[in-house]
């Protein structure tokens, strides 16, 4: 998290008073006037960053608002209730990258991770797969128009069959269970 893209909608409640900033010292009003300007955007958290933030800083994903960078030095947390905690920015990057390795995937981030993935080994192939069904992560595999065969994913591993009713054959990747279709990789034309 070297880099902060301010994006996140602004509750109607979060609005500069102006007596609220006509008494603030001139320090606090450049805050002030920034919180605002990252709060009236669109929000580039994802909840896994927030997952992370929350767990450096121990409090709730759900009342971190947005982080920024400032000046290069400072990562600034703010938080919906208004408030900010200023953090500095190398020790912060070394906090994100040890609870990145240690926290778990949820299970939507993990659909989230597998999908790419699938859809990664599909243009490998020349494939175009259809909608996916989250809740057997199971799609239809398709090249030129006609049915390959089915390839999912559930808490084991990948699997494949050429048709609704069979055997599932399984590996480790979508790239090696597409293969075991008998499908080969896709030549430029």
Same mark, same amino acid.
């Given at each position: 998290?070297?880099?902060?893209?301010?994006?996140?909608?602004?509750?109607?409640?979060?609005?500069?008073?102006?007596?609220?900033?006509?008494?603030?010292?001139?320090?606090?009003?450049? =805050?002030?006037?920034? !919180? /605002?300007?990252? &709060?009236?955007?669109?929000?580039?958290?994802?909840? @896994?960053?927030? +997952?992370?933030?929350?767990?450096?800083?121990?409090?709730?994903?759900?009342?971190?608002?947005?982080?920024?960078?400032?000046?290069?030095?400072?990562?600034?947390?703010?938080?919906?209730?208004?408030?900010?905690?200023?953090?500095?920015?190398?020790?912060? =990057?070394?906090?994100? !990258? /040890?609870?990145? &390795?240690?926290?778990?995937?949820?299970?939507?981030? @993990?659909?989230? +991770?597998?999908?790419?993935?699938?859809?990664?080994?599909?243009?490998?192939?020349?494939?175009?797969?259809?909608?996916?069904?989250?809740?057997?992560?199971?799609?239809?595999?398709?090249?030129?128009?006609?049915?390959?065969?089915?390839?999912?994913?559930?808490?084991?591993?990948?699997?494949?069959?050429?048709?609704?009713?069979?055997?599932?054959?399984?590996?480790?990747?979508?790239?090696?269970?597409?293969?075991?279709?008998?499908?080969?990789?896709?030549?430029?034309?």
């Amino acid at each position: 998290m070297t880099h902060s893209t301010h994006t996140q909608q602004a509750p109607s409640s979060f609005k500069l008073n102006q007596t609220t900033f006509a008494d603030a010292p001139s320090k606090d009003k450049q =805050a002030l006037v920034q !919180a /605002e300007a990252v &709060a009236s955007t669109q929000d580039p958290l994802t909840s @896994r960053d927030r +997952r992370i933030i929350a767990e450096i800083i121990e409090v709730q994903p759900e009342s971190i608002r947005t982080i920024w960078i400032e000046g290069g030095i400072t990562v600034w947390v703010q938080f919906f209730d208004g408030g900010r905690l200023p953090f500095d920015r190398n020790w912060f =990057a070394t906090r994100v !990258a /040890e609870v990145k &390795a240690t926290l778990p995937e949820t299970p939507l981030e @993990r659909n989230e +991770r597998l999908s790419d993935e699938l859809e990664k080994a599909c243009t490998v192939f020349g494939l175009y797969h259809g909608e996916i069904d989250w809740l057997s992560f199971s799609t239809k595999l398709y090249r030129d128009g006609h049915f390959v065969g089915f390839v999912g994913c559930n808490h084991q591993a990948w699997y494949a069959r050429p048709r609704q009713y069979g055997v599932n054959r399984i590996a480790g990747s979508a790239k090696d269970v597409i293969a075991s279709l008998g499908v080969r990789t896709a030549v430029a034309a």
